[in-house]
């Protein structure tokens, strides 16, 4: 009988979802995430170009899994911080860009936003240290043509 206990007790610990775990990646310490464009603080009209900095790891498409290396999520006003032990959502508040992108076009209502950037490995969890970028705010102004 003891076997038997055994043995389910270890089916059990072995069907346990893996999405309870952190993925454990682990990224360099010295990976930098960051926004060449735009800057904090920065007053724009109508949309504009979103661009991605990464230093010292690589850019590749979500599901590949290579070594110091990860795909890009934009996070659009989001207050809350990432949970490491969760794969990064995906809605209208956090971007994913899958295909290896480092740039993007953004439209966003006129007023202030946040923008942060989040490294997410080939699951689409954060990496072991996160790696993520500074969060900016910007100020998004009415098209020219929507004034009076």
């Known amino acids: 009988m003891k076997i038997i206990s055994c043995i389910a007790l270890a089916a059990a610990i072995a069907l346990l979802p893996g999405a309870a775990c952190p993925q454990g990646k682990t990224a360099p310490k010295d990976a930098k995430l960051y926004f060449i464009s735009p800057y904090d603080g920065q007053k724009i009209r109508g949309g504009f170009w979103v661009r991605f900095g990464l230093r ?3 850019v590749t498409h979500a599901g590949d899994d290579y070594h110091n290396a990860g795909h890009h999520h934009l996070l659009v006003d989001v207050k809350d ?23 993007t076009f953004l439209e966003l209502p006129p ?25 900016i705010t910007i100020r998004v102004r009415p098209a020219a043509s929507a004034r009076r």
Request: charge should be negative; aromatic fraction near 6%; proline fraction near 12%.
């Open 111 to 135: 007023g202030t936003h946040t923008l942060q950037l989040v490294l997410g490995d080939a699951k689409h969890y954060p990496f072991e240290p996160p790696v993520v970028s500074e969060k």
């Open 56 to 58: 010292n790891m690589g």
């Open 81 to 103: 911080p990432i949970d490491a032990k969760e794969p990064i959502p995906q809605d209208k508040s956090h971007l994913h860009f899958g295909a290896g992108q480092t740039e």
